[in-house]
């Protein structure tokens, strides 16, 4: 549903003070505030927008193009990419002070934060460095040689719950695919791993069901960029070509899911719940004994066109992502992860705004 924020704005602040007033109805938008990226004659600036008032703030005024917002757990802080004269520099903007300290790192990514709040994760040299405030790299590693970090595919992001670090790598052959490596860089692995899927036998002696969790499993084996962690779940945000591999699927096994709709980039929600079992055959095996397991993959979205990065609002209720849409405008839209039916497209009256990573502060 295309949604102007400006007529249901009154509706919505009052569902927030009338407990009387229906407030599940998918008509209303949640509350918040969106940083996005808005195109200018010379670049791009950073603007703040309420989600129910529809009111703007522009906090960027030097010249570049400014892009990659993320707000600070607490919705205090917000760091964002400036790129220009052929440099890249992180800033900060306080939400407090309305002002704006530029970070003298060497950095070749936008960036996360880290679950504390007071460091932050980007890429510099084909590393991963944990900054903070002060400009002060606190920590930074380096993964394995057969490695090569793809620093235009969204910046590490660290989870609340475990403090694994989440990244997107090449290896030798040329496959890129999310890594995760423990907080102490140890324990590097693959997490989203099986190129095998257009092997599998066509031949499963289970119902239906079942057989559908079993090729999202195993078929989680696409092009993935910008992973996120959820605010406090052991899940994922991420865009990929999914689609791709599971229309190759089908066609090997014969076999139609009643869905035609093939658009080869979307988001998708990720539950690493069980995931890490697919990398043993003890793992599989004791998978296979599952009758209750939740699908490790689910799509979020089915527009024709590219998705841009998702981010998660901070209770991890909802995903935002910008989208453009047929005739060309720049959309944000915010979907409700419990059901993906329920979501809202959002346009900004007289800005335009840039396909790309945006941020969600409630």
């Given amino acids: 549903m295309h949604v102007n924020i400006t007529l249901i704005g009154i509706l919505a602040v009052a569902c927030l003070v009338f407990s ?21 004659p010379k670049g791009s600036d950073i603007y703040l927008i309420d989600i129910l008032t529809q009111s703007q703030t522009k906090i960027t005024e030097r010249p570049g193009t400014h892009s990659d917002p993320v707000f600070s757990p607490d919705g205090k802080n917000l760091l964002y990419l400036t790129r220009n004269n052929g440099q890249s520099l992180l800033n900060l903007y306080s939400l407090d002070t309305n002002t704006t300290t ?26 991963i460095c944990l900054g903070n405030s002060k400009a002060e790299i606190v ?22 719950k475990s403090g694994d670090i989440v990244f997107v790598a090449k290896n030798a052959k040329d496959e890129i695919d999310i890594y995760v490596v423990n907080q ?14 257009k092997y599998m036998s066509p031949l499963q002696n289970v119902d239906a069901e079942t ?35 599971k229309k190759i699927s089908q066609d090997l096994i014969s076999k139609s899911l009643g869905d035609n709709e093939i658009n080869f980039t979307d988001i998708y929600l990720v539950d690493l719940t069980y995931a890490h079992l697919f990398t043993t055959y003890e793992g599989k095996k004791e998978l296979r004994e599952k009758t209750d397991w939740p699908p490790i993959l689910t799509k979020l979205t089915r527009d024709q066109t590219v998705e841009g990065p998702p981010t998660w ?30 979501y809202h497209e959002i346009s900004v009256p007289d800005l335009i705004l840039k396909n790309g990573a945006i941020a969600w502060s409630n």
């Fill in 20 to 40: 009387t007033i229906a407030c599940n109805d998918d008509n209303l938008l949640p509350p918040g505030t969106l940083a996005v990226s808005v195109e200018n």
């Fill in 211 to 245: 057989l559908e969790k079993r090729l999202d499993a195993r078929r989680i084996t696409g092009n993935e960029s910008y992973p996120v962690w959820a605010p406090e779940e052991n899940k994922l945000l991420m865009i990929s070509d999914y689609d791709h591999y």
């Fill in 184 to 197: 102490d860089w140890k324990n590097l692995r693959r997490i989203l791993y099986n190129r095998t899927s």
């Fill in 313 to 342: 609002s901070s209770d991890g209720l909802w995903s935002a992502n910008t989208f453009t849409n047929e005739s060309g405008e720049t959309l944000v839209k915010l979907i409700l992860l419990s059901d993906a039916n329920t």
């Fill in 102 to 127: 530029e970070l003298q790192f060497t950095t070749t990514s936008a960036a996360s934060w880290g679950p504390d709040g007071k460091t932050f994760l980007f890429f510099c040299d084909n590393k």
């Fill in 139 to 160: 920590s930074q590693w380096a993964p394995e040689e057969f490695l090569e970090i793809i620093d235009t595919m969204g910046p590490p992001s660290k989870s609340a």
